[in-house]
């Protein structure tokens, strides 16, 4: 049997929106210092659309450029995909099938097209890779671009916007009066972290960073004696939302984040991080 005391604040934090998963990290909740967020689909939708895309082979038109990318990651679940297909369903695009399929852990995605191996990738894959960014493919600090690599050349770019969530701004205004600090981790790239950090007003961010450095980040704030939270939705902040001391999923996010956190943002909305703090506060003083 539950708890009478259990059995009420489930039914009250459904009302504020969180599903609470592991009862001492919610009552902990008011110890909270740090917060580190994901950008990708937690500040911002998630919600990828193509502004802009070149061929840089003068074998391919764009549209024919964009169809081997659109195929290529017809494989991938990435937010990015879900933006290439959708704007290669637009144009009504055939799309061929690849093999040997492979993510890039928070770099990009490979796999075997046309006999070639072929590959879209991050600005710093890209230089990684040794190659220079292309003219033109950075326009604006706010979109995301990536690259198509053919046998280690470049076919061309596609750039791609995503928008801040509308309730990201009073939510981290709210956790800063709170006192927290409040800080972004993301693997994208450095001009659109600092974009986002700056129109929200962040303490500080980190960009380009692989899914164990989000843990890392957390791991040396917690040797620093910070008592750290970390929202996030995807499966790379996994690892991130197991090491924080509260982990919090967002609704509408993978499953293996939802899984792994101890709290879950039922309606995706980031405000009701400030709720999970004062009515995990009032729970532990028993006032509720
Ligand atoms: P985030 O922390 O923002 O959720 P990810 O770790 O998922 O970021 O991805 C980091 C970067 O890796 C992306 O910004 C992109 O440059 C590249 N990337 C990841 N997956 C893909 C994909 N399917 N297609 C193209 N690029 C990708
Ligand atoms: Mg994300």
Do not use: C, W
């Not at 969180?18 to 937690?42: H, M, Q, V, W």
């Not at 290529?72 to 879900?82: D, K, N, Q, V, Y």
């Not at 326009?139 to 198509?148: G, I, M, N, Q, Y």
């Not at 890392?216 to 008592?227: C, M, N, T, V, W």
């Amino acid at each position: 049997a539950v708890p009478l005391v259990v059995a009420i604040s489930t039914s009250e934090s459904a009302k504020r929106g969180l599903l609470i998963r592991n009862r001492t990290a919610f009552e902990n909740s008011r110890k909270i210092s740090t917060i580190i967020f994901d950008k990708t689909g937690t500040l911002t939708q998630g919600d990828f659309g193509v502004t802009r895309y070149e061929s840089l082979d003068s074998t391919l038109t764009k549209d024919e450029m964009l169809q081997l990318a659109a195929s290529l990651e017809s494989s991938s679940e990435h937010p990015i995909a879900g933006g290439i297909l959708r704007k290669a369903k637009e144009l009504d695009l055939k799309l061929s099938e690849p093999t040997n399929f492979q993510n890039i852990t928070g770099k990009g995605i490979k796999a075997t097209l046309n006999g070639k191996q072929m590959s879209i990738v991050s600005p710093g894959m890209l230089k990684e890779q040794g190659l220079d960014q292309p003219v033109g493919a950075f326009k604006d600090d706010s979109e995301t671009v990536v690259f198509l690599l053919q046998e280690g050349e470049i076919l061309g770019y596609l750039a791609l916007s995503d928008e801040i969530r509308p309730e990201s701004q009073a939510a981290i205004d709210t956790l800063k009066k709170q006192g927290i600090k409040v800080v972004m981790a993301t693997g994208d790239n450095e001009m659109v972290a600092k974009a986002v950090s700056t129109s929200l007003g962040l303490d500080d961010y980190y960009a380009e960073v692989l899914p164990e450095d989000k843990q890392k980040i957390i791991q040396d704030l917690q040797a620093k004696g910070e008592f750290v939270a970390m929202t996030g939705d995807g499966v790379n902040d996994a690892p991130a939302l197991a090491q924080a001391d509260v982990g919090i999923a967002v609704g509408s996010g993978t499953d293996v984040a939802a899984e792994t956190a101890d709290i879950i943002l039922v309606n995706s909305n980031p405000q009701d991080i400030s709720n999970l703090i004062l009515f995990g506060t009032a729970t532990y003083k028993k006032i509720i």
